[in-house]
């Protein structure tokens, strides 16, 4: 697993030429470090006016950001278990007709797979967007660089796992679940931008 | 140190309301996965067109990616030890006028110690960048979403780290300095988003 092993591993297996990890797994690291710092500002003693307020909307916060971490810290393997499997998939011998049936079929099954992580990475980073605001406008005003921080990593983990779902769609032959994909991946992709953009305004 | 931690560890330190690791070590941490993935590529057996061009290009690129990968793995933990000295500092004992002086030089020590760590991430995060676009039109085409994946990754990274420069920058006795590193700091943050455009161009 790369997330038990150390952070100079996997940023060393980041590096080597190997297929995996590689921007799947970066993504989904990248929004769980963000989704982190928010978590971290939301737990904060301290809150921007020490009000009732304050302590409701940052405590609804912390509950959705620490589920939402959990999601973006599986995903961290999940992509490249995911995208071992299509790698995998590729192999298969294709000798017969029978063979190139199966391997085919394999190959699309492990194609689903490996969008459905990346579109939950951009899926829960859009959610985790969604609290950012809540975060700047209740959490310690001396926090605010964490907070900028936070949102800057969840909008490059949402933009990097749409990257990594986008890649997948033209090899999917179910072109119904291609399409459904590519829509939610954009709207999420959007709904991210936009609150990445109203909690930057809040920090200014 | 935190790089010779787990990734969970290092997710988990974020996440908690102690001061540190903060913002400043999680955007060392994005650009160092940025600087992985560009070096990934720069380093995969296939190039765009196997040209000997491409092969020259790529390994001017990986030699510099490489070093400012390791920049990026250092800042990780020096970011952290000088947000420490810099909280240290402030706990110091003011109850004679010596005391508050040598108090008040050691804040000053520890803020320009903790200016120097996010600013070498901003202007190691803009080298990087520059780098972007060479791995982009030399690296494997099948590889353009890990290129677009790194270059969100340094593009937050700079971001992020500026953040940290620019929320240490009122608190600096020296105006001097603090001038120099505002002025450095804006350079290397529009010279970082330029070479990401640049780089974002060459993948669409």
Do not use: C, W
């Amino acid at each position: 697993m790369l997330v038990d092993g150390s952070v100079r591993r996997m940023l060393d297996a980041l590096g080597s030429p190997d297929p995996t990890p590689g921007g799947g797994s970066a993504s989904a690291l990248a929004s769980a470090a963000g989704a982190s710092l928010l978590l971290m500002v939301a737990r904060l003693p301290k809150t921007r006016n020490g009000s009732d307020d304050d302590r409701a909307a940052l405590a609804t916060a912390s509950t959705a950001l620490a589920a939402l971490r959990e999601t973006f810290i599986d995903a961290i393997d999940a992509d490249t278990a995911a995208y071992d499997r299509v790698v995998a998939a590729y192999k298969m011998p294709k000798a017969t007709a029978d063979a190139q049936s199966a391997r085919k079929e394999a190959i699309q099954r492990a194609l689903v797979a490996a969008t459905e992580v990346p579109l939950s990475v951009v899926r829960a980073s859009a959610e985790a967007l969604a609290h950012a605001a809540a975060v700047a406008a209740h959490g310690n005003a001396s926090a605010a660089s964490d907070v900028g921080v936070a949102v800057a990593l969840l909008r490059a983990g949402a933009h990097g796992a749409r990257l990594n779902v986008e890649i997948n769609l033209g090899g999917l032959a179910d072109k119904a679940y291609a399409e459904r994909a590519r829509q939610e991946v954009v709207r999420a992709a959007e709904s991210a931008a936009l609150d990445a953009d109203n909690a930057d305004a809040l920090l200014r």
